[in-house]
């Protein structure tokens, strides 16, 4: 659809997502250029119809179609869409140290294509908003943030990126190589000018920075709180990755004496400009100031699992009443990358964790939507289907041979099988019947491989090589 059209949904099973929980069988959505317009039970009002018949509204047949809110990515690593199957049977520190060098060998054109390629899955899978994390910044190698921010402009998605950093070697009793951190002032600098130049506050942005110092093993805590002290001063969030596994947790309890969280909370780093990814092992105590501080949790169930690190309480935090987003997680630790799944496998691990009333499928979608909506601070705008938000949609066929037999269209998308028809973001078709409008996917599978071969380690990876 072109920017000032009128876009009419009808006849299809709308899940709003709004606070009241409000699902239309057979409802209609109705979006004018960014915005959603109407939304409810049966037909669009009159006044659609009537432009509808003028030739000045498209109406899209909803029959045998889920429409939902699109899904809000809130934790990623674009760059290892390039770098993925390696370190399969380790730890994460073995994973990361094998990883690390592959990283450092990044420029910002195999950037920009594994950036591209990996954008584009994620919309084919629902994705309408995602965040990223790049913490590896070697010298020399053109602008590496720009890279990945054209992409995700080039393939139509909202769009957070986060400045990472790392600043503590391994000659400081850091994990990372020395070859792959930077000073405290260059990360501080560079976080100041991304945020000069790439941050929107508007309601309708499609681009936001964050600050990210990677985790408590590979920055030093002056750099937290300097980082937290200018995101703090310019009005941007803060993320970073806790309490993944249980060799994070002793690194800290022997070298501060405290557990990750208590570690973050004594840098001041919980609050309601701050979300974490994994959070996989809190205790009771760390899971109420979690809620009690407003701080936002992103959930990666699939890497969590990938990784073998453990299982996040997420029905614990639910009940506290902390913010929970999903994440899909760098590529690396989820080879598959689909954001479709991540809500699939929520609702599976809190259950093998807590039981069977631990989630349901309504859940695990607020989760994927609102959940990831708060962890970004775009709840008044993203998230739920709502009149005045903005038209960032995911339309799910439910009558094709994965799930036109399954009673419940939510139960179809979370348990069962599905594929999406449409995306919508800011009111701009980025996938129609199934296919990305935006970029050839042949021409992105391609390029990624050659920028995999461009890091490929010298030597190969894999045995047969
Ligand atoms: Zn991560």
Same mark, same amino acid.
């Given at each position: 659809?072109?920017?000032?059209?009128?876009?009419?949904?009808?006849?299809?099973?709308?899940?709003?997502?709004?606070?009241?929980?409000?699902?239309?069988?057979?409802?209609?959505?109705?979006?004018?250029?960014?915005?959603?317009?109407?939304?409810?039970?049966?037909?669009?009002?009159?006044?659609?119809?009537?432009?509808?018949?003028?030739?000045?509204?498209?109406?899209?047949?909803?029959?045998?179609?889920?429409? %939902?809110?699109?899904?809000?990515?809130?934790?990623?690593?674009?760059?290892?869409?390039? %770098?993925?199957?390696?370190?399969?049977?380790?730890?994460?520190?073995?994973?990361?140290?094998? &990883?690390?060098?592959i #990283?450092?060998?990044?420029?910002?054109?195999?950037?920009?294509?594994?950036?591209?390629?990996?954008?584009?899955?994620?919309?084919?899978?629902?994705?309408?908003?995602?965040?990223?994390?790049?913490?590896?910044?070697?010298?020399g190698?053109?602008?590496?943030?720009?890279?990945?921010?054209?992409?995700?402009?080039?393939?139509?998605?909202?769009?957070?990126?986060?400045?990472?950093?790392?600043?503590?070697?391994?000659s400081?009793?850091?994990?990372?190589?020395?070859?792959?951190?930077? %000073?405290?002032?260059?990360?501080?600098?560079?976080?100041?000018?991304?945020?000069?130049? #790439?941050?929107?506050?508007?309601?309708?942005?499609?681009?936001?920075?964050?600050l990210?110092?990677?985790?408590?093993?590979?920055?030093?805590?002056?750099?937290?709180?300097?980082?937290?002290?200018?995101?703090?001063?310019?009005?941007?969030? &803060?993320?970073?990755?806790?309490?993944?596994?249980?060799d994070?947790?002793?690194?800290?309890?022997?070298?501060?004496?405290?557990?990750?969280?208590?570690?973050?909370?004594?840098?001041?780093?919980?609050?309601?400009?701050?979300?974490?990814?994994?959070?996989?092992?809190?205790?009771?105590?760390?899971?109420?100031?979690?809620?009690?501080?407003?701080?936002?949790?992103?959930?990666?169930?699939?890497?969590?699992?990938?990784?073998?690190?453990?299982?996040?309480?997420?029905?614990?935090l639910l009940?506290?009443?902390?913010?929970?987003?999903?994440?899909?997680?760098?590529?690396?630790?989820?080879?598959?990358?689909?954001?479709?799944?991540?809500?699939?496998?929520?609702?599976?691990?809190?259950?093998?964790?807590?039981?069977?009333?631990?989630?349901?499928?309504?859940?695990?979608?607020?989760?994927?939507?609102?959940?990831?909506?708060?962890?970004?601070?775009?709840?008044?705008?993203?998230?739920s289907?709502e009149?005045?938000?903005?038209?960032?949609?995911?339309? #799910?066929?439910i009558?094709?041979?994965?799930?036109?037999?399954?009673?419940?269209?939510v139960?179809?998308?979370?348990?069962?099988?599905?594929?999406?028809?449409?995306?919508?973001?800011?009111?701009?078709?980025?996938?129609?019947?199934?296919?990305?409008l935006?970029?050839?996917?042949?021409?992105?599978?391609?390029?990624?491989?050659?920028?995999?071969a461009?890091?490929?380690?010298?030597?190969?990876?894999?045995?047969?090589?």
């Amino acid at each position: 659809m072109t920017p000032d059209a009128v876009t009419v949904i009808e006849g299809a099973h709308v899940v709003t997502g709004d606070a009241g929980g409000r699902e239309y069988g057979s409802g209609h959505l109705v979006v004018q250029q960014t915005h959603i317009v109407a939304v409810g039970s049966g037909p669009a009002p009159q006044s659609y119809q009537d432009a509808i018949a003028r030739g000045e509204a498209i109406r899209v047949d909803g029959s045998g179609r889920l429409v %939902t809110a699109g899904f809000v990515n809130s934790h990623h690593h674009l760059n290892q869409w390039i %770098t993925r199957g390696y370190a399969t049977d380790t730890t994460l520190f073995g994973w990361l140290t094998t &990883l690390y060098p592959i #990283w450092a060998r990044l420029n910002a054109e195999s950037l920009y294509a594994s950036s591209a390629a990996n954008l584009g899955w994620l919309a084919l899978t629902g994705c309408t908003t995602s965040m990223d994390h790049q913490y590896v910044y070697p010298s020399g190698v053109g602008d590496l943030l720009e890279a990945e921010i054209t992409a995700a402009r080039d393939i139509g998605v909202r769009f957070h990126p986060t400045r990472g950093s790392m600043n503590l070697g391994q000659s400081d009793g850091g994990l990372p190589p020395d070859s792959v951190v930077e %000073t405290m002032d260059a990360i501080l600098a560079a976080s100041e000018s991304a945020i000069d130049r #790439w941050h929107d506050p508007a309601f309708d942005a499609m681009t936001r920075i964050a600050l990210a110092p990677c985790s408590p093993f590979s920055v030093t805590g002056e750099l937290m709180r300097e980082s937290a002290a200018l995101a703090r001063a310019r009005g941007v969030r &803060l993320h970073t990755h806790i309490s993944e596994t249980l060799d994070e947790e002793a690194f800290c309890l022997e070298k501060f004496g405290l557990t990750p969280p208590q570690y973050l909370e004594s840098l001041g780093w919980l609050g309601p400009d701050v979300w974490l990814a994994h959070c996989v092992h809190l205790s009771d105590e760390a899971v109420s100031r979690f809620a009690a501080t407003g701080t936002g949790v992103a959930h990666c169930p699939t890497s969590n699992g990938r990784l073998g690190s453990g299982a996040a309480p997420i029905r614990a935090l639910l009940d506290a009443g902390a913010i929970v987003g999903l994440g899909v997680d760098g590529a690396a630790s989820n080879e598959s990358g689909r954001m479709l799944d991540e809500l699939h496998q929520a609702l599976l691990v809190a259950r093998v964790r807590d039981g069977e009333l631990a989630m349901n499928a309504r859940e695990a979608l607020a989760l994927a939507t609102m959940g990831g909506a708060r962890c970004l601070g775009r709840q008044e705008e993203l998230g739920s289907l709502e009149v005045g938000k903005l038209a960032d949609i995911a339309v #799910w066929r439910i009558d094709d041979l994965a799930g036109a037999s399954i009673e419940d269209p939510v139960v179809t998308l979370v348990i069962g099988a599905t594929t999406l028809d449409r995306l919508y973001v800011n009111g701009r078709a980025v996938v129609a019947g199934g296919e990305l409008l935006t970029a050839d996917v042949e021409t992105l599978a391609r390029n990624a491989a050659a920028a995999a071969a461009s890091v490929r380690p010298a030597g190969g990876s894999v045995p047969w090589t």
